[in-house]
């Protein structure tokens, strides 16, 4: 067992490192924003060297991306790594990472989507806390996630009790899924890991593969059919992966309707969340669907590595809350 | 490598042949009518399985439905073989469950495409057995189609001389007598035949239905499938350290698939030539290979990337 390290909390005045492992943010308007907002938190910034290359839909070639991203991690000036984006690459670069220089060098990297494919692997071969929640480019997407964004990098205190977005503004109903539907309740305690779906497949067979055991394993899915996550399931349930968990989150899911996948679609088609049902109910773990992390606008930050507690009970009555700091004085 | 091969026993007409729905359900009544007919103009018999109309969502029928007609096909001596009706996620599901032990011992034979091939390439690597990667028989849209798929079931060849057998890039359907496929590394591999459909091998990665690519000659083909996630799968196949023992690559058509409108602007040839070309491995991409020309897995073969040609080594059948 690595022990746990925790990167030290971020500052006003802090540099942090702005970097593409994955996906080209293509314009430099597409990082404006984050400069601006930046500004607004007090951290400065260096850009990676090949940020706006491009090789197809990526970042420029791995050898680039990996050198950017191993050297932003060595410069001690840098607090944190804060990815540009997600897309597609991040895991054409493990081979290339420098685990020991990360390990001697801890610091705060955050994102979600592709870049679950560096939070798991850095994690698990370093014992570094690292962050699923907003890249650079969508930190501000929404009150909610900078709010949780600014708690969790800033704050060295334990997150607590996780809220839910605000509801909208005419005070109906939010957008389906509901941010605590309820599939088994039960309660569990544990670490927590986790990300998107298809990048906890993309690690699988690796040595880099999600250890869930005694966790709470968080997962969520963008623009997917249904039934691509079902066949992910699947595989994780052969793996013995999600058996082995202490608990399951699924989180809110965006463009995952039959259709919204820009495939070709099967004439037949099941919902996600009867997928969902259809797989996870039967675990004797608690399993709660619809929490927002990941794509869509509303973005928890949920530290790897550090204790967290589930208590769903019926629709609505979950309660989740991450007990243990994330960060370092 | 050095487990006995376990082969199957060739067909010969008015053999048995069980129709399964692994996956998903084939969309409407006349969908299995066909298929059936297929099956007939083979001249073989088929046999319907009991739930391969029921409906759970996309699948034909529940977990325990599948598995029913599966396993009932398995264990039943007059069933020669199983063809499976459409493809569709849910096969991975029965994987644990379906009685790979005496689906090996009966020498049946199983013919999958798409996420079916996650069984075939499953039982090859749980009892050694000799299966086929092929199209589920909705995918079969010609006289010439049925013909192929039908004769390489049947050993018509009566010195049972396998050298006669082999896939060439002329086995495509095409008006032109020459062909313009990709070869990123030219040359000659040897090697046990082994894969199937990208997103099928990928999803037993990591779990105990794994297959071993040491020294295997590697197959892979996909469809309808978006380049980036294509891209995703292969770099399973290298972040596992699976790839770099095998003996050559074989790449199929990747028939309907591309970018998607996606921030992708490179096309898979490109995209995955690069890591192709560092591993320095035989291999060429369109190749003919799963819905025109059916592959085994397991048997010892001799692919030649640059005349584009596959040649068996040994017997595919007992």
Redesign the interface.
Known sequence: MIPLIKPKHLQAGDTVGIVAPAGAPFEEGQLEFAFHWLDKLGLKYKLGKHIYDRHGGLAGTDADRSRDLNEMWADKQVKAIFPARGGNGAVRLLPRLDFEMIRDNPKIIIGYSDITGLLIPIHQKTGLVTFHGPTANSFFDSDYTYRHFQRALFEPQPLGAIEDPALPSDGYAPKYPPPRMVITPGTAAGQLTGGCLTLVKNLMGSPFEIETEGKILFLEEVREEPCAVDRMLCQLLLARKLQKAAGILFGESIDCKPGESQRKVSKLSASLESVLRHRLAGLQIPVVYGLRFGHGACKLTLPLGVMARLEAHACHQVRLSIDEAATSE | MNKTLIKPRALQSKDRVGLVAPG??P?KPSDLNRAVRLVEAMDFVPVVGQHCMA?????AGSDEQRLHDFNGFVGDVSIAAIFCLTG???A??L??KIDFKTMAAAGKIFVGGD?NNAISIAANAKENLVTFCGPNLDEINSRTDMELFRDFLINKDENKNERTRSISVSTKNGEFDFCADYIPVPGVAEGSLLGGNL?AL?????????PDLTDALLFIDDR???T??L???F??L?????LVNTTGIILGPFE?CD????????SLE??LSQRLIALNKPCRFDFPIGKTAMVPTGPKARFDATNGSLEFLESIFA
């Not at chain 2, 990928?202 to 794994?210: I, K, N, P, R, V």
């Open positions: 998903a359900r969309y409906c759970l969502g996309h699948l569709g996620s849910g991975l599901a994987i644990d996420d997103t990928t999803s037993l990665l990591g779990t105990g239905f794994a309808d499938e978006r980036d996630i891209d995703r799968w770099t399973m290298v972040i596992s350290n699976q309907n970018s998607r409108g996606s921030f992708n602007l490179l490109e995209d």
